[in-house]
């Protein structure tokens, strides 16, 4: 046995090396046995990592796991789950790397929209969480488009996501299969946004998604226009603006 | 909206999946806890139903994140969040836990063992004090439930706590359910903890359910939270009311979440307990008041 006892960091390094790796061979004589190995004492606090992280991810990801099948997606959350892990104490931060981490993996090659799936369920998720606002109503917009330099500020809850695939028929399919295949490789985008608690979306043009991205950016009206028209030069203002009031999507 | 008081009865652990149910039903549940970290979200579903929660319960949050006895720093963006959580939801008791779960930056999200040397307890004094001067409050610490034991622990771990609440200033969250699982997990006296617990200084109880976990060649009990509270540990419960008193006891299920009813058939046998020993008190009496009026802060 060693003769001096690990300092708390010294500790804590290597009970988080078992963790991660199933072997702490320097804390392990500091580990009462009772009858039970230290080893399979430290593989109690290992399971248990990984089964919190996985669980949070199927939490997350609950249409990628549908899509992947549970045994292959827990097997890419438990991946994850060793060799990413959290930087942060609270479990709702967990998994935003996990769309790219998907996307890299061999297993997933064949599907590689299936990383866009990913990305849209973390933003569903944010959008949950999403700090609440007042919405703002057309006299906002009115008041808004008569200053100078317009200005537009969306709601925390509003995202946009524009894909190469179409990434919304597929997260609902993944909810709901049909007996229609969908076409993966048609592009898409989804405007994301907050209604009476739950989480909404619809398929938006790209001019549309454009002009939206660029508020979240907190461009001005004119350069958000703009950013639209480079798109779709023929777009007009009143059919970008439109979705911000049906949906309530600017903030007070 | 003014915190209303924890009530010295027996509230329910509430989590995600029966929110929708209390707030159609609305049981009488004396009290409810929630996880602080759920609520670190400013807004959304989650914080309608607390909004609507807190008008007609009791409410302690109850943290699981912070990882108090790290030999990392606290992370400054948790300890912000906790104060504007507390700040917007104002509940009646805080409490965190006696353990840590983070180092080099990495979190391991659960509730990690402390050996209970005077290395472990000075930090986490010190922490303790950083958090109750971040908060402008007092918090209650729990102690958890372990598979491990430090043999160069040089304090008994019941000892840790009375000098950790001594030393801080800080209240007890006494979890009734894991003395007893580390009563057998390591091999000691249930009682002797309770009797080392300075009464005055714990604010809540907590039980819970465990299970055996078989094959390693030794007993070992898993704070599983995924089943009714054991006979052992009512009994437990029991001891630890008649050398304490009363206080506000909370029934925890976190796993395999039952039926709502099944946590309230649980809370009307903790509430039977209160009762047999003349302890349930629908209006605290004069010392129970001032104690919770200590914790609260």
């Known amino acids: ?252 | 909206m003014r915190a209303q008081p924890i009530p010295t009865q027996v509230g329910i652990g509430l989590r995600p999946a029966h929110v929708a149910h209390v707030l159609e039903h609305r049981p009488a549940v004396p009290f409810f806890e929630l996880h602080s970290e759920n609520l670190f979200c400013t807004g959304g579903a989650l914080w309608d139903a607390f909004d609507a929660l807190r008008r007609d319960y009791p409410v302690s949050l109850h943290g699981v994140g912070l990882s108090l006895g790290s030999a990392d720093p606290l992370a400054p963006a948790h300890l912000v969040a906790l104060r504007e959580l507390l700040r917007r939801a104002e509940p009646a008791l805080v409490s965190e836990h006696v353990c840590w779960a983070a180092i080099d930056g990495r979190h391991y999200n659960d509730l990690l063992p402390l050996p209970y040397t005077e290395e472990a307890l000075d930090l986490l004094v010190a922490r303790v004090d950083e958090l109750q001067e971040a908060l402008g409050r007092r918090v209650l610490l729990e102690n958890i439930s372990s598979y491990i034991h430090f043999s160069h622990s040089t304090l008994g771990e019941w000892e840790f706590l009375a000098a950790l609440a001594a030393r801080s200033g800080c209240g007890l969250l006494l979890d009734v359910n894991n003395v007893y699982v580390n009563s057998v997990n390591h091999g000691f006296d249930a009682h002797a903890f309770i009797d080392g617990i300075p009464a005055a200084a714990v604010g809540e109880l907590h039980l819970a359910g465990f299970t055996r976990k078989q094959g390693l060649g030794g007993p070992l009990l898993i704070d599983s939270h995924d089943c009714r509270v054991d006979p052992a540990v009512w009994a437990l419960y029991d001891y630890t009311l008649e050398r304490l008193g009363a206080r506000p006891t909370l029934i925890e299920w976190d796993q395999d979440l039952p039926e709502f009813a099944v946590l309230e058939d649980e809370a009307r046998l903790a509430t039977a307990c209160l009762d047999e020993r003349g302890l349930a008190e629908h209006h605290p009496d004069e010392h129970a008041h001032a104690d919770l009026a200590a914790v609260a802060g």
């Open chain 1, 1 to 252: 046995m060693p003769t001096s006892p690990p300092s708390l960091a010294e500790l804590q390094r290597a009970f988080a090396g078992a963790i991660v790796d199933g072997a702490a061979p320097a804390l392990e004589p500091w580990i009462a046995a009772r009858g039970i190995a230290p080893t399979a004492r430290l593989r109690i606090y290992r399971n248990a990592n990984l089964a919190i992280h996985v669980d949070a991810l199927a939490t997350s990801y609950p249409a990628l796991r549908r899509l992947l099948g549970e045994d292959c997606f827990d097997g890419l959350a438990t991946r994850h789950a060793a060799y990413h892990g959290n930087r942060s104490g609270n479990l709702q931060d967990y998994g935003a790397d996990f769309a790219a981490f998907v996307v890299a993996q061999p297993e997933t090659a064949p599907w590689p929209w299936l990383g866009e799936v990913a990305r849209l369920e973390w933003l569903r998720q944010e959008v949950a969480l999403a700090a609440d606002a007042a919405p703002a109503d057309a006299a906002v917009l009115i008041a808004a488009l008569a200053g100078a330099h317009p200005a537009l500020r969306l709601r925390p809850c509003v995202r946009v996501l524009s894909s190469a695939w179409a990434v919304l028929d597929l997260w609902r399919h993944a909810q709901a299969p049909q007996d229609d295949a969908v076409d993966p490789a048609i592009p898409q985008s989804v405007l994301l946004w907050r209604e009476d608690g739950q989480v909404a979306m619809r398929a938006i043009a790209p001019a549309q998604a454009a002009f939206v991205r660029a508020l979240l950016h907190e461009a001005s009206l004119a350069l958000a226009l703009a950013a639209a028209q480079l798109i779709d030069a023929q777009v007009a203002p009143e059919t970008l603006l439109l979705p911000m009031l049906e949906h309530a999507l600017l903030a007070a």
